[in-house]
Structure formats: structure tokens, C-alpha cells
T-cell receptor, first 113, second 114 residues
């Protein structure tokens, strides 16, 4: 069972379109991180959201943390081919007294020129 | 500031062999974690080392082991390789542990078992 469910699993769009990807859980997280991973490379941290209801912007990317801290969304405005990649959400999961980041399976985004 | 360095980038091994992967974290980072990434399972946590001690361990068999040296460099070892061990192995470093602030990942080692 995945603690973090991401949707959609795949997304193929044209340059200039807007899109939203989701990260949902039945558990409360103290924070959530979003990463982007390009083929053949490791994930790169984009943002961390900590406060319920928090909204963070990174150029054309808008990240929101749900009020109950169980979900998050990533909205991309006017997508560009350079946005192509695997978008992963992750959150710290308490295990044995410490916190281990657990990852969703990701949303694979392709932006066509 | 140098990033997280993993070596080798690619590796092909035969079933039954063993393999050792290396990771040099960002200077000053004391926590190193290892993940296995496959298309079917996504990123699965292997273990975390902090100050040369294993602090957390995921649900992998004992064939997967690791260690951390006094300079924070880490190695992971997989013995008696199986075809299902083919994956991208990612090392991630953080100052004290990913906690609420996330990781810096290396580019990974692509292991193929034939």
C-alpha cells in the first residue's frame, strides 16, 4: 500500500497548456516535498511545504499543501518542453522513532513542442 | 559546492555475483540514505546512515547491506545478485537527516543483473 498516491500517473500535453498533478494520503504529514527527476538522473528537490494551506510559487510552478496536511498539488502554468520529467512527492513517515521520507510513484509528464 | 557523487554510473553483473556501490555526500552532510528505484515499485527506502551508524532500515532482505565511513562516504553492497535487483540505486545526503527538509540526490548507479 502506497502512503502517498499520485495522480495522474501519466500526462502528455502540448507546450503552453496548464496542468495540475496531485499527491494524496490518508495520513497527516508534517511536511511534503516535491521533486523532479529527468531520465538517467536523480530527483531534484523543487520545494518543501510545511504549513497546512501553504502556497509556494517557483516561477510557473505553484505548490499547495492541503489544510489538513494530507494532500498537496502542483500546478504548472504554460508548460514548456523543459518541464518534461517525473514529478515525485515525498513526506516523512514516522518509523521506529525517526522519520523516513516515503515517496509516491510519481507523475510522468511529457510536454510536446 | 560539489554535489552527491555516485560511482560507478553503470554496472552489469551476473546473477549470483556481488556488487559494491559508492556514494560521496555533500561536504558537511552527515546523513546518507540509499533508495532503490524501479518502474514497478518507484523509490523504495533501503537504509540510512548517520555518523557511521545505521539509523533506519527499509524492508529489504539481508543481502542488501551498507556502511558509512568517518568521512561520511557510504557504500552499499548487494550479495548473491538476483535478476530482480536490476534497478537504479540512488544515494541521497542531508545535513542531519531528510526529516522535513528533503534530500540532495546523486545521479544514481544503474545496475543490470543478467
Amino acid at each position: 500500500t502506497q502512503l502517498l498516491e499520485q495522480s495522474p500517473q501519466f500526462l502528455s500535453i502540448q507546450e503552453g497548456e496548464n496542468l495540475t498533478v496531485y499527491c494524496n494520503s490518508s495520513s497527516v504529514f508534517s511536511s511534503l516535498q516535491w521533486y523532479r527527476q529527468e531520465p538517467g538522473e536523480g530527483p531534484v528537490l523543487l520545494v518543501t511545504v510545511v504549513t497546512g494551506g501553504e502556497v509556494k510559487k517557483l516561477k510557473r510552478l505553484t505548490f499547495q499543501f492541503g489544510d489538513a496536511r494530507k494532500d498537496s498539488s502542483l500546478h504548472i502554468t504554460a508548460a514548456q518542453p523543459g518541464d518534461t520529467g517525473l514529478y515525485l512527492c515525498a513526506g516523512p513517515y514516522e518509523s521506529g522513532g525517526s522519520y523516513i521520507p516515503t515517496f509516491g510513484r510519481g507523475t510522468s509528464l511529457i510536454v510536446h513542442p | 559546492k560539489a554535489g552527491v557523487t555516485q560511482t560507478p554510473r553503470y554496472l552489469i553483473k551476473t546473477r549470483g555475483q556481488q556488487v559494491t556501490l559508492s556514494c560521496s555526500p555533500i561536504s558537511g552532510h552527515r546523513s546518507v540514505s540509499w533508495y532503490q528505484q524501479t518502474p514497478g515499485q518507484g523509490l523504495q527506502f533501503l537504509f540510512e546512515y548517520f555518523s557511521e551508524t545505521q539509523r533506519n532500515k527499509g524492508n529489504f532482505p539481508g543481502r542488501f547491506s551498507g556502511r558509512q565511513f568517518s568521512n561520511s562516504r557510504s557504500e552499499m553492497n548487494v550479495s548473491t545478485l538476483e535478476l530482480g535487483d536490476s534497478a537504479l540505486y540512488l544515494c541521497a545526503s542531508s545535513p542531519l537527516g531528510a526529516g522535513n527538509y528533503g534530500y540532495t540526490f546523486g545521479s544514481g548507479t544503474r545496475l543490470t543483473v543478467v
